[in-house]
């Protein structure tokens, strides 16, 4: 797997890797993250390609499902740990 760029954005880290013909989109924060895998195509052939994916709606999403996700590890370790 080999990095193909990164994608800018002032919260998120944005890492796009190449591999076998499909492209993995990597959203970070703090210590969540979410995946995204795309083949390969006539239409997602480059970087910047993958790059108009990551739109202001895709990106809402995914602060939307961070969110989620902070929520969900927040009180599963108060639930679990801190009880």
């Given at each position: ?59 809402k ?23």
């Open positions: 797997m080999r990095i193909a760029g990164i994608i800018e954005h002032p919260v998120l880290k944005i890492t796009v890797m190449e591999m076998n013909n499909r492209y993995v989109l990597k959203l970070e924060v703090n210590l969540l993250e979410q995946t995204y895998k795309f083949n390969e195509d006539d239409h997602l052939r480059t970087f910047e390609d993958i790059k108009k994916l990551v739109d202001e709606e895709f990106i999403e995914c602060m939307k499902r961070f969110a989620e996700m902070n929520k969900s590890r927040g009180e599963t370790y108060m639930r679990n740990i801190r009880s």
